[in-house]
């Protein structure tokens, strides 16, 4: 069993340097607590290798890592070159064509159909990560688009393409999209990252097909579009959970709104009782270093002093040279940060009025008293989650113990701040329970003599209704 435990959570991206069975086990000892399959790259069998890998690890290491299935989404990318990489010169032009051509100094391929239709003149297009920077200064006959060249530099075959300030008319899913959403759907993983986000409806959809489909994955709204921000709140609402993808958002959006971006959906998604991933670059330069710079170390204890329910590595898991070690450093600076008091106890009082003002209720009520007590922890029995949920976003000092006969349940709620899980089906009285938990906690030694314990439970306990009861209870 391992046993340290942070309550900011990690995701790793396992991609060719850690997909190994034996790699992925020192991955998950490091403290990772949930596994990326980015769908931009790898083939099934891979994806499918690393999933049964995973889950192996669950039955022997006794833990539940979840998967997060990172659909593509319509990623814009220039196409092939004829000969190679070459040089755009800062004020000639280039013209971008939707007919598939091999690109040249003149005229290159981009992979967007509808992009003559909907580019206007003067809109920006933005090459490699924005390191190119083209303006549209003319929409040609057949659909072609003449750009002039703002920022030069190396151009090079199938970088990818942002479009900040054009309407794009691509859909949220596209045809790899819904094939990818098969596999993964087949394969029910946890968590599914929903690329480009634009609009509440975006993330609706995609729940619909889940909710067809009759399965249970859960959907994480990425955020790196303008318009993503410009509709943040109801994003959120619909959301099972937010992704702050700071990689195309700082493409897309100035870089200097992005800190304001990242605290104010950290800040919703706290008050809404949804998890927030916070992605891209935290630990970039372990790709290749062995140590992190400072900046990023700051940067990762910015995301946990925040309140980010989990910090999410890319390239350094996936293709770097070291994987382990960078969770190791990840992992260092979220235990220390987590010793300052400043971080815990953020209670949000119901909302009167609420569809949900029982949990909510129950969860600010369990989190206030273990505040009050200074209990080691709040012990909670649920079988859809909404409990964990609840009591997760109001960060309470106290570990949160969720107890679950919903085995599935398990691996999803290991992405929220502070949940650990164990499975539990001996639904008797709810007295009964309790001292079954109490004592199972304290032979597990999770708690001591002399602690004091917060149980929330429903009432009747069979019914497995939504939890309406907060207990205090003492170790003797």
């Known amino acids: 069993m391992i046993t340290h435990f942070n309550r900011s959570k990690i995701i790793a991206t396992i991609g060719p340097a850690t997909m190994d069975l034996a790699i992925l086990e020192k991955l998950i000892y490091a403290g990772v607590d949930v596994c990326r399959i980015n769908g931009s790259h790898g083939e099934y069998d891979m994806m499918r290798s690393i999933i049964l890998n995973v889950r192996e690890l669950n039955q022997k290491l006794q833990t539940h890592v979840a998967i997060l299935f990172d659909l593509q989404g319509p990623k814009i990318r220039i196409g092939d070159m004829k000969d190679g990489d070459f040089l755009l010169i800062e004020g000639e032009s280039l013209i971008l064509t939707t007919n598939e051509v091999l690109g040249t100094r003149e005229e290159v391929y981009i992979k ?29 006959p057949n659909q072609r688009v003449k750009t002039k060249i703002i920022h030069g530099g190396i151009l090079s075959s199938r970088k990818g393409v942002n479009l900040p300030n054009t309407e794009i008319s691509l859909p949220s899913l596209t045809e790899k999209d819904k094939k990818d959403l098969d596999f993964a759907l087949e394969n029910d993983v946890e968590w599914i990252g929903l690329s480009f986000v634009r609009k509440p409806e975006d993330v609706l959809e995609l729940k619909q097909i889940i909710k067809d489909r009759n399965k249970l994955s859960r959907v994480i709204a990425k955020i790196e579009k303008p318009e993503a921000v410009k509709h943040i709140e109801a994003i959120v609402a619909v959301s099972d959970g937010v992704m702050v993808a700071r990689g195309d958002l700082g493409v897309e959006m100035p870089m200097e709104l992005v800190p304001v971006i990242q605290k104010t959906i950290v800040r919703l998604c706290n008050a809404a009782s949804k998890p927030v991933i916070i992605a891209t670059q935290m630990m970039e330069s372990m790709i290749t270093n062995y140590r992190p710079t400072r900046a990023e170390a700051n940067d990762v204890g910015n995301a946990v002093f925040d309140s980010a329910d989990a910090l999410m590595l890319s390239g350094e898991t996936s293709v770097g040279k070291y994987p382990v ?27 009167k009025g609420s569809k949900n003002f029982i949990p909510e209720s129950i969860g600010y009520t369990s989190c206030t008293m273990a505040r009050q007590s200074d209990a080691s922890a709040i012990v909670a029995m649920t079988h859809s989650g909404m409990t964990a949920f609840k009591i997760s976003s109001h960060r309470p000092k106290a570990c949160i113990y969720i107890f679950t006969d919903n085995k599935p349940l398990l691996k999803t709620l290991n992405l929220l701040w502070g ?54 209870t003492h170790i003797e």
């Open 112 to 140: 967007y159909q509808n992009f003559h239709n909907d580019a206007k003149v003067g809109d920006r297009v933005l090459v490699d990560d924005g390191k190119l920077e083209l303006e549209v200064s003319e929409i040609l």
């Open 325 to 351: 070690e960078t969770v190791i450093a990840m992992q260092k600076i979220i235990t220390e940060v987590e010793k300052e008091d400043s971080i815990y106890y953020h209670e949000k009082p119901p909302r």
């Open 419 to 472: 949940v650990r899980g164990f499975y539990y089906d001996k639904y008797e009285s709810t007295d009964e329970t309790v001292s079954d938990i109490k004592k199972f906690l304290v032979d597990k030694k999770l708690v001591h003599s002399g602690d004091y314990i917060i149980h929330v439970a429903s009432t009747p306990l069979q019914e497995r209704a939504t939890a309406n009861t907060v207990k205090l």
